[in-house]
Nanobody, 120 residues
Framework: QVQLVQSGGGLVQAGGSLRLSCAASVRIFSINAAGWYRQAPGKQRELVAAITDGGSTNYVDSVKGRFTISRDNAKNTVYLQMNSLKPEDTAIYYC??????????????WGQGTQVTVSS
Protein backbone atom coordinates (compact mmCIF):
# COMPACT_ATOMS: atom_id res chain seq x y z
CA GLN A 1 0.00 0.00 0.00
CA VAL A 2 1.35 3.41 -0.92
CA GLN A 3 2.19 5.93 1.78
CA LEU A 4 3.45 9.47 1.88
CA VAL A 5 6.77 9.51 3.70
CA GLN A 6 7.98 12.76 5.19
CA SER A 7 11.52 13.69 6.17
CA GLY A 8 13.28 16.76 7.44
CA GLY A 9 12.22 19.04 10.24
CA GLY A 10 13.77 19.36 13.67
CA LEU A 11 14.96 22.14 15.95
CA VAL A 12 16.36 25.41 14.60
CA GLN A 13 17.02 28.88 15.93
CA ALA A 14 14.95 31.82 14.76
CA GLY A 15 16.20 33.04 11.40
CA GLY A 16 17.36 29.60 10.40
CA SER A 17 16.22 27.30 7.63
CA LEU A 18 14.82 23.80 7.26
CA ARG A 19 13.66 21.73 4.34
CA LEU A 20 10.86 19.19 4.47
CA SER A 21 10.42 16.41 1.94
CA CYS A 22 7.39 14.29 1.07
CA ALA A 23 7.65 11.26 -1.19
CA ALA A 24 5.37 8.45 -2.31
CA SER A 25 6.61 5.16 -0.89
CA VAL A 26 5.93 3.15 -4.03
CA ARG A 27 7.61 4.24 -7.23
CA ILE A 28 4.72 3.47 -9.58
CA PHE A 29 2.57 6.06 -7.83
CA SER A 30 2.73 9.72 -8.89
CA ILE A 31 2.12 12.78 -6.77
CA ASN A 32 -0.30 15.18 -8.45
CA ALA A 33 -1.46 18.22 -6.48
CA ALA A 34 0.08 18.57 -3.03
CA GLY A 35 0.07 20.80 -0.01
CA TRP A 36 1.85 21.35 3.26
CA TYR A 37 -0.24 21.89 6.37
CA ARG A 38 0.78 22.66 9.92
CA GLN A 39 -0.83 22.35 13.30
CA ALA A 40 0.42 24.14 16.37
CA PRO A 41 -0.68 23.11 19.90
CA GLY A 42 -4.21 24.26 20.57
CA LYS A 43 -4.73 25.49 17.03
CA GLN A 44 -6.47 24.17 13.96
CA ARG A 45 -4.55 22.64 11.12
CA GLU A 46 -3.87 25.24 8.44
CA LEU A 47 -2.76 25.04 4.83
CA VAL A 48 0.64 26.67 4.52
CA ALA A 49 1.54 26.10 0.86
CA ALA A 50 0.14 24.25 -2.10
CA ILE A 51 1.34 23.23 -5.53
CA THR A 52 -0.63 21.96 -8.51
CA ASP A 53 0.47 19.19 -10.82
CA GLY A 54 1.38 21.96 -13.25
CA GLY A 55 3.63 23.67 -10.73
CA SER A 56 1.46 26.65 -9.75
CA THR A 57 1.93 27.58 -6.12
CA ASN A 58 -0.01 29.32 -3.39
CA TYR A 59 0.93 30.37 0.15
CA VAL A 60 -0.71 31.57 3.32
CA ASP A 61 0.17 35.21 3.92
CA SER A 62 2.23 34.51 7.03
CA VAL A 63 4.85 32.53 5.08
CA LYS A 64 4.96 34.41 1.80
CA GLY A 65 8.51 35.36 0.90
CA ARG A 66 9.95 32.89 3.43
CA PHE A 67 8.67 29.44 2.40
CA THR A 68 8.90 27.81 -1.01
CA ILE A 69 7.00 24.72 -2.11
CA SER A 70 8.46 22.81 -5.03
CA ARG A 71 8.35 19.42 -6.67
CA ASP A 72 10.71 17.04 -8.39
CA ASN A 73 8.60 14.82 -10.59
CA ALA A 74 11.54 12.57 -11.44
CA LYS A 75 11.92 11.80 -7.73
CA ASN A 76 8.18 11.87 -7.08
CA THR A 77 8.85 14.22 -4.19
CA VAL A 78 7.44 17.51 -2.94
CA TYR A 79 9.53 19.89 -0.83
CA LEU A 80 8.93 22.76 1.53
CA GLN A 81 11.94 25.04 1.93
CA MET A 82 11.50 27.19 5.01
CA ASN A 83 13.76 30.21 5.47
CA SER A 84 13.82 33.02 8.04
CA LEU A 85 11.98 30.79 10.46
CA LYS A 86 10.14 32.35 13.37
CA PRO A 87 9.06 30.88 16.71
CA GLU A 88 5.44 31.10 15.52
CA ASP A 89 6.29 28.63 12.75
CA THR A 90 6.64 25.95 15.41
CA ALA A 91 4.17 23.18 14.64
CA ILE A 92 3.77 19.68 13.32
CA TYR A 93 3.92 19.85 9.54
CA TYR A 94 1.95 17.45 7.38
CA CYS A 95 2.15 16.70 3.69
CA UNK A 96 -1.12 16.05 1.87
CA UNK A 97 -1.09 14.93 -1.73
CA UNK A 98 -3.22 13.41 -4.42
CA UNK A 99 -1.59 10.21 -5.57
CA UNK A 100 -2.44 8.14 -8.59
CA UNK A 101 -1.08 5.27 -10.62
CA UNK A 102 -1.94 3.74 -14.00
CA UNK A 103 -4.05 1.15 -12.15
CA UNK A 104 -5.72 3.18 -9.39
CA UNK A 105 -8.04 6.11 -9.03
CA UNK A 106 -6.51 9.30 -7.61
CA UNK A 107 -6.97 9.80 -3.92
CA UNK A 108 -5.51 12.01 -1.23
CA UNK A 109 -3.09 10.78 1.40
CA TRP A 110 -1.52 12.34 4.49
CA GLY A 111 2.09 12.07 5.52
CA GLN A 112 2.98 11.00 9.04
CA GLY A 113 3.80 14.52 10.21
CA THR A 114 7.09 15.99 11.31
CA GLN A 115 7.87 18.36 14.16
CA VAL A 116 9.39 21.76 13.42
CA THR A 117 10.52 23.74 16.45
CA VAL A 118 11.92 27.24 16.17
CA SER A 119 13.62 28.63 19.26
CA SER A 120 13.85 32.34 19.96
Amino acid sequence: QVQLVQSGGGLVQAGGSLRLSCAASVRIFSINAAGWYRQAPGKQRELVAAITDGGSTNYVDSVKGRFTISRDNAKNTVYLQMNSLKPEDTAIYYCNAEISSPLTQPRYYWGQGTQVTVSS
